[in-house]
């Protein structure tokens, strides 16, 4: 089946930039996500990309996707305590199921 | 108050016992989704109803099973509960015919089977 692929930690200063990443292997995906999960919560939606758009900016974040390798990337700008959490990637595959990656735990260091 | 609100938000068990996870919600959404996730693994998909009369397996279902008892309300059963089905439970929710299916998740319940 199809599969999303994360590492599982990174680890960054306060006030850097982190950069997450992700692969996702089915090249019909229309949509990929970014999920956050902060301790003892449910997962939120941070933002989304459509699969013919490269490049997605909301404030601290950037998304970018490159179709052709299957990459998608969330860049957070001036990192902060606050953004200490678990980011899911995911992708919308023809059944219209969401395929998770397995979270990414953002460590921020003072 | 939560727009999908799911209780217990912990529970312990023992081996054996039939137990029911509860999710309701107020988006008015259709469909209704339940995942568990591992460490390291993830979210995985169990069931999900997209609406009262429409139930599917999703990846894992084996040793669940569902109720969507109406549009707001989608339960989840442990028949016999066993100590590997001890994970973070989410209960999530989606329109219906939306192109993005963007997903709005419960709190989740943290279960273990002892």
């Known amino acids: 089946g199809e599969d999303v692929e994360q590492s599982l930690f990174l680890s960054v200063r306060e006030g850097d930039s982190s950069v997450i990443n992700c692969t996702y292997t089915?090249?019909?995906?229309?949509?990929l996500y970014w999920y956050k999960q902060e301790p003892g919560a449910g997962l939120q939606l941070l933002t989304y990309?459509?699969?013919n758009m490269d490049m997605k900016q909301d404030q601290r974040l950037t998304v970018l996707l490159n179709k052709k390798d299957k990459h998608l990337s969330l860049r957070i700008a001036d990192t902060q305590t606050g953004d200490s959490a678990i980011y899911f990637c995911a992708s919308l595959d023809s059944n219209y199921q969401l395929i998770w990656g397995a979270g990414t735990k953002l460590i921020i260091k003072p | 108050d939560a727009d999908v609100t799911q209780t217990p938000r912990n529970r312990i068990t023992k081996t054996g016992k039939r137990i029911m996870l509860e999710c309701s919600q107020t988006?008015?959404?259709?469909?209704m989704y339940w995942y568990r996730q591992d460490p390291g693994l993830g979210l995985r998909l169990i069931y999900y109803?997209?609406?009262?009369?429409?139930?599917n397996k999703g990846e894992i279902s084996d040793g669940y099973s569902v109720s969507r008892q109406a549009q707001a309300k989608f339960s989840l059963s442990l028949e016999s509960a066993i100590p590997n089905q001890t994970a973070l439970y989410f209960c999530?929710?989606?329109?219906?015919?939306?192109?993005?299916?963007?997903?709005?998740f419960g709190a989740g319940t943290r279960l273990s089977v002892l």
């Open positions: 988006k008015g959404h259709d469909r």
């Open positions: 109803s997209f609406d009262v009369k429409d139930i």
């Open positions: 990309i459509f699969s």
């Open positions: 089915d090249s019909s995906s229309t949509y």
């Open positions: 999530a929710t989606s329109e219906g015919g939306g192109a993005k299916n963007i997903q709005y």
